[in-house]
Nanobody, 129 residues
Framework: QVQLVESGGGLVQAGGSLRLSCAAS????????MGWFRQAPGKEREFVAL????????YYADSVKGRFAISRDNAKNTVYLQMNSLKPEDTAIYYC??????????????????????WGQGTQVTVSS
């Protein structure tokens, strides 16, 4: 049984930082691309960041580029999202997700929710102004 469990969300003031974690179990973690998505009230779930099997291959939504950093520790089956310079518009539920990493596929494939096999339950991030 595959489980993805997010943690680290909370309430922070604008300009602050948070670090989200997602612990995975029940899958061969190192074979999966890991993504972070977010969903604000009344909006669709949107892509935030991606890390492929190779930890050096990352990709970000334009809205978070330069502020957020995704990383993974394959020994701990965990993916992280370091969020700096947070803005009120970053307020959302943040989800991690796992997708079978197809070596020949470009990063764009993994910006789409339909490309992912497993999802966590989400963690709330609220940024106050």
């Amino acid at each position: 049984q595959v489980q993805l469990v997010e943690s680290g969300g909370g309430l922070v003031q604008a300009g602050g930082s948070l670090r989200l974690s997602c612990a995975a179990s029940g899958l061969t973690f190192s074979s999966y691309a890991m993504g972070w998505f977010r969903q604000a009230p009344g909006k669709e779930r949107e892509f935030v960041a991606l890390v492929r099997r190779s930890t050096g291959n990352t990709y970000y939504a334009d809205s978070v580029k330069g502020r957020f950093a995704i990383s993974r520790d394959n020994a701990k089956n965990t993916v992280y999202l370091q969020m700096n310079s947070l803005k009120p518009e970053d307020t959302a539920i943040y989800y991690c997700a796992a997708a079978t990493d197809v070596y020949s596929s470009g990063n764009y494939r993994y910006t789409r929710t339909g490309s992912y096999d497993y999802w966590g339950q989400g963690t709330q991030v609220t940024v106050s102004s």
